[in-house]
């Protein structure tokens, strides 16, 4: 088969850098991130919706007043929680996909402890047990996978999704069925949690603040987790090259298992947060979980799976969430389609990631190989 | 259960196994290329959304079928190039595609919402051998898609290893750097199996909303891609144990109706089966992979980068 | 052109050869002032080549010389910055192996380029358009017959490439340039993997070669090799040429060795004898099976001791990588022990062996090398951070650990901006400086170093060296494995050699010769 190169008179050449160039990690985020929402508007556009009406007013209603911001927070709170534990794994390149599903097995373990087990604890009992039963659940939820890997390595990617899978059905057929409300009118949803233990909020708004407070914290004790110990050394190296991990004598199962778990479990308390503190009640799957186990994975890549910038890329996308539920109720826009944002920012992401570690060059390919050309 | 009822399980394990095996082909060549494309899911959404529009407004199902592999092959060509050209980590460059389709599925086929498709694609029999007990109905009273899907599926064994093409994608895959040093373009290697790879994904979809449902709502292929992807991993990357495997896969969807209706399980429990399945294959494939020593082609995940620096 | 048998005075090879030269051609390749820049070093500076139609012309220098550089280029590997390329005559743009290939080049490389899991037929019918669309491998076996009668070149063309041997595997590389008649043929450093015998019959066939009119290209570091087999020679040196076409009867190796090292070489670094102390690895027996599932290693015993560095020679490919893998606990053993300082390590991961003081020098630099995200530091601490004072609980003491890097940049003499800078910006010597700077700093008993200076420039080698010796005079129990003979004999105490995955008897490095040890290779015979 014949492959004839593009005849033009001028090839691009990547040459890869020999030093970071400090200002591009950032210029180049904030590029792609430029570049996906020109892309977006584009789409937008050509849907016959005009996209500067579009983000202008969804934009204005979030940050213009201070139900926005609080509902900003709102979608913040969960992804942060979320990302934190992405960061980890990512960087030991576990791949866990799953966060949507162990969020929600948060949010039953919350949700079966406030409505079954203790329905009569007072907030000050139940509310710490439904965050330590919520992380508890969601890091179980990430045990078979990162088992699989560890001892088959078995493609984590498609076994937390599966997981996910599972966990929708979980909710529903405990919703539909033996959880089901008895003063719901037909509705499948739970009852509503008792009143104590629904989670205390920032006077004034809808915030959750103990969940809140967990994030941050949780964003801070990654940092330090990864940057000071040497856990967080080992999954570096180990994320940077295994082979050599396992030569220098670092156990691979061992630490898939603890990026696993810990991510798990820190998706686990976002459900917590979002049945004890949003909802009140278990609900159907998607809303509850409402992608925020996928839009995670922007928030920490974004964030090049630093924890703490993860706090700047969640209020971020935080926004871009709220943007998608006004959007819906304003333009009659679909929810889903805010991850044509998650889509767009990740792949200008993934592809401008070429520009940190490789410098383009201009060359006259169509003069000959032989003569050289002018770098860019 | 009667064989009547075999025979029912068999007719919609063909039938529902068909997306995952037009999946899994392309998604072979393009694996064995050395590309991973988890962008599946998106894909097939967007096939599914572009078919059902483009049948609607043609009247002609075979024309939406049609626009959605090209739909497919241009969503994919953009994983190509970040992952190809752009050295992207191929991991996250699939997964962003998967959201993109989504997303842009979504958007798209927001005014199509229960729509009807009045305009089918009918099974046909294949005389005399439609006739035979149990298998007949099965295997060959099906709509036309299906046959297309069996027959690429061979067609693609037969190409992959026996044609000068099926070579090179297998050398591309196994070691780019001998590929290239023998002249071969690992480049358009790559971009031309992930092409096909999304093309196949993109009639996979519309398969979906203009054959088999007929219909559209989001989210309808309900984690397909993926499954299509464990499909790849389960069938050593052959194309001819990957038709086995998708009617296997078929069978487990299959099984969810039938068991509801016997058993009386509740429905959501049952609608479990075909994830835990996946897993639980996944599981015996990886097994038998650790065992046998065999495994996934050499240079699977990795971008070919040819003027290193000399190290 | 008569032909007659031809024994050379200055080698031992019989040869066919034709009696008398060609008349003067036109040139078959002309490189002119071909220049090619690599980040931070110039490989090919202004260089000219010529190569005659029916001579093997030698091109002589040592590692990092540019040889292998300039020949990618001719194959369109790489494209230069500067410069032209002709051939016969006429001007030629070469911007892929597939146009070198079209215009009639071949290239056998250091480190083939065969596609592993597909057969010898799939390989060379890949290499080969006119055997179509359908069936490509089926028309090819007549052909490849055909080729190999013809110069006796035997292979099985159903074997999957990665059942050969190496000899074997470079058979199948020249048959690929065979089939496609190519008149220009590069070998690049051909006789590495090679068995003296087997080299003497790819001289033969070469000359075989050069009398139908071909032209050959024998990139070669070894002075001796160039008197066997070439006509003609070019010497590079930094990228440079120093000389250019010198007929082989023009010039002595004396000569050729200060054309290509630009000094008088060093005499052999002074090692005194040591006296070793306590069995600090022994291996009993041990067997280990290939990534394929094939006996790599059988039946292997040895040991070694403080203070001494016990040299394994072999040509690659004869288990000596199992071999270490086994020892550093990266391969399960299917039999025998490992037992380092008395203790039994037989199939213990790696984190053990780390334990107990065992360093490891990969083979494979470019993988096992370092982490190239992380800092020079970081990739540095690899092998200490468990212990204190570089932990202290939990938690990492970044102050201290920065200090001690900075102590061994400097000891080491790393090149790198700082202790802070990425690894992977690091050169190849060096990344094999921070390798050793690393395993060492954990003041190991045992030193596993399996081909440590391969692929790097003479200082970086002559360090690493001088490292090892020194790291004896310590105390320290060091196995060496190289296909190196020289470096084997310099640095060795006693010496084994490795033949198809058995170990074929032990020296003292004292009653060692060069060319037994050579017949040890090849016929695996004490």
């Not at chain 2, 990957?242 to 296997?248: K, Q, V």
């Not at chain 3, 600090?280 to 290693?297: F, K």
Request: net charge positive; charged share 20%.
């Amino acid at each position: 088969m014949r492959w004839r190169p593009l005849g033009f008179p001028i090839a691009l050449r990547l040459e890869r850098r020999l030093e970071e160039e400090g200002w591009l990690k950032a210029a180049v985020p904030l590029g792609s991130l430029a570049l996906a929402l020109v892309l977006a508007s584009l789409i937008f556009a050509a849907q016959g919706l005009n996209p500067l009406a579009v983000y202008g007013i969804t934009f204005s209603r979030i940050f213009g007043t201070s139900t926005g911001l609080a509902f900003l927070l709102l979608k913040a709170i969960p992804l942060l929680l979320c990302a934190v534990g992405l960061a980890l794994a990512f960087r030991a390149q576990v791949w866990n996909i799953g966060a949507e599903g162990q969020l929600l097995l948060g949010s039953v373990a919350a949700a079966g402890l406030a409505l079954f087990v203790m329905p009569n604890a007072p907030p000050y009992v139940i509310i710490p047990a439904m965050f330590v039963a919520g992380f508890l659940a969601g890091a179980g939820w990430a045990l078979l996978p990162a088992v699989l890997k560890a001892k088959l390595n078995v493609n984590e990617v498609i076994t937390t999704l599966m997981m996910n899978y599972i966990a929708y059905k979980l909710v529903e057929y405990l919703i539909y069925g033996p959880w089901r409300g008895k003063a719901t009118w037909g509705f499948p949803f739970t009852d509503l949690i008792p009143e104590s233990a629904v989670l205390p909020v920032i006077p004034g708004t809808d915030v959750h603040y103990p969940t809140l407070i967990l994030a941050l914290a949780s964003a801070v004790a990654m940092f330090v987790l990864m940057e000071k110990t040497g856990l967080g050394y080992e999954v570096k190296v180990y994320g940077g090259n295994p082979d050599l991990a396992r030569a220098a004598g670092i156990r691979p199962g061992k630490l898939i298992i603890i990026c696993m778990l810990l991510s798990g479990g820190l998706a686990g308390l976002a459900g917590v947060g979002e049945l004890a503190g949003v909802h009140k009640r278990l609900k159907y799957p998607w809303a509850i979980s409402a992608g925020y186990g996928f839009t995670a994975i922007i928030v920490a890549w974004l964030a090049r799976l630093n924890p703490i910038t993860n706090v700047l890329t969640a209020l971020f996308m935080g926004a871009l969430l709220a943007a998608g539920s006004m959007m819906r109720a304003s333009f009659n826009i679909p929810y889903a389609s805010v991850n044509i944002f998650n889509g767009l920012i990740l792949t200008c992401l993934v592809a401008g990631e070429v520009l940190l570690r490789y410098r383009i060059r201009l060359v006259a390919a169509g003069a000959g190989a032989e003569q050289g050309g002018g770098s860019a | 259960m009667s064989l009547d009822v075999v025979g029912h399980i068999l007719h919609m394990a063909v039938r529902g196994g068909t997306p995952l095996l037009l999946g899994a082909v392309g998604e072979i060549y393009a694996e064995r290329s050395g590309v991973m494309n988890l962008g599946l899911e998106g894909i097939m959404l967007v096939g599914a959304i572009t078919g059902f529009a483009v049948a609607l407004a043609t009247k002609q199902p075979w024309l939406g079928l049609l626009a959605a592999c090209l739909a497919g092959l241009a969503l994919s060509l953009i994983h190509a190039f970040t992952t190809v050209s752009l050295y992207a980590n191929q991991v996250v460059s699939g997964l962003a595609l998967a959201m993109l389709g989504l997303g842009l599925s979504s958007l798209m086929g927001r005014s199509y919402v229960g729509q009807p498709l009045p305009y089918r694609l009918l099974p046909q029999a294949i005389p005399g051998l439609a006739d035979l007990p149990v298998i007949g109905p099965a295997l060959f009273y099906q709509d036309p898609v299906v046959y297309l899907a069996l027959g690429l599926a061979v067609a693609s064994w037969f190409v992959l290893y026996r044609t000068r093409w099926g070579i090179m994608v297998r050398a591309v895959g196994d070691d780019p750097a001998a590929a290239d040093a023998m002249g071969v373009n690992v480049y358009a290697v790559r971009y031309a199996c992930v092409a096909f790879g999304g093309a196949m994904s993109g009639l996979a979809g519309a398969y979906l909303s203009v054959v088999y449902t007929p219909a559209w709502f989001e989210g309808m292929t309900a984690g397909r891609g993926w499954i299509a992807l464990a499909l790849v991993i389960v069938a050593f990357w052959d194309p001819l144990k990957a038709i086995l495997g998708a009617y296997l896969f078929g069978a487990t969807e299959a099984l969810q109706y039938a068991l509801q209706t016997s058993l009386g399980i509740a429905a959501p429990l049952l609608g479990m089966i075909p994830y835990a399945a996946t897993i639980l294959a996944m599981l015996v494939a990886m097994s038998e992979a650790l065992r046998k020593r065999i495994g996934a082609p050499a240079a699977l995940g990795k971008p070919y980068i040819r003027e290193e620096r000399v190290l | 052109m008569e032909h007659r048998f031809y024994i050379s005075p200055r080698t031992s090879v019989v040869s066919d050869v034709a009696v008398g030269r060609p008349p003067a051609q036109e040139p078959l390749v002309k490189m002119e002032g071909i220049t090619k820049r690599f980040p931070g070093v110039v490989a090919n500076d202004n260089v000219d080549f010529e190569l005659l139609p029916g001579e093997v012309h030698a091109l002589l220098g040592e590692n990092g010389a540019g040889k292998t550089t300039l020949m990618n280029i001719l194959y369109g590997l790489y494209r230069p910055d500067e410069g032209r390329i002709l051939l016969r005559g006429r001007e030629v743009r070469i911007r892929s192996p597939r146009d070198a290939i079209k215009l009639g080049i071949g290239m056998v490389h250091q480190h083939f380029r065969l596609v592993p899991t597909l057969t010898v037929a799939e390989n060379i019918a890949l290499a080969l358009e006119e055997a179509g669309f359908l069936f490509p491998a089926r028309k090819v076996e007549a052909r490849i017959a055909e080729v190999a009668e013809q110069y006796g070149l035997k292979v099985d063309p159903g074997a999957r490439v990665w059942q050969l041997s190496a000899g074997e595997k470079q058979r199948v590389e020249i048959l690929k340039l065979l089939v496609r008649d190519a008149r220009v043929l590069i070998l690049d450093e051909p006789t590495a993997v090679l068995t003296p015998r087997e080299r003497d019959d790819l001289f033969k066939t070469l000359r075989k070669f050069a009398y139908e009119g071909r032209g050959i290209i024998f990139i070669t570091h070894k002075l001796d090799e160039v008197f066997k087999v070439a006509d003609r020679v070019t010497v590079l040196r930094k990228g440079r040429v120093v000389a250019s076409g010198l007929p082989v009867e023009a010039v002595s190796p004396a000569e050729l060795a200060r054309l290509m090292v630009g000094r008088e070489l060093k005499p052999r670094a002074e090692k005194r004898f040591g006296a070793p102390g306590g069995v600090v690895l022994e291996v009993r027996g041990l067997c280990a099976l290939s990534d394929r599932g094939m006996m790599a290693v059988k039946d292997v015993s040895f040991e070694v001791r403080e203070g001494e560095i016990f040299g394994i020679a072999g040509v690659a490919g004869n288990g000596q990588r199992e071999l270490v893998e086994a020892i550093v606990g990266l391969r399960k053993p299917v039999k025998g022990r490992v037992l380092i300082g008395g203790r039994d390590v037989t199939g213990k991961p790696p984190a053990e062996l780390a334990k107990l003081g065992v360093a490891y020098i990969p083979e494979d630099r470019a993988r096992y090398g370092v982490v190239p995200d992380l800092s020079v530091a970081e990739n540095l601490i690899l092998k200490v951070y468990r212990r204190p004072p570089f932990k202290r609980g939990p938690f990492l003491n970044t102050q201290f650990i920065k200090e001690w890097s900075e102590k061994l940049v400097a000891e080491y003499g790393i090149t790198t901006p700082g202790v802070d800078a990425p690894a992977g910006s690091l050169s190849g010597g060096n990344v094999q400086r921070l390798v050793l700077a690393r395993e060492l700093s954990m003041r190991p008993k045992l030193v596993v170093a399996s081909h440590p200076t391969h692929g790097l420039d003479v200082a970086a080698t002559e360090y690493i060296r001088f490292l090892l010796l020194e790291q004896r005079e310590k105390g320290m129990g060091i196995l060496l494995v190289s296909e190196d003979l020289d470096e084997i004999l310099e640095l060795s105490d006693r010496i084994a050699v490795m033949h198809e995955g058995r170990l074929v008897s032990v020296l003292d490095a004292a009653e060692a010769d060069a060319g037994e040890l050579g017949l040890m290779m090849s016929r695996g015979a004490a």
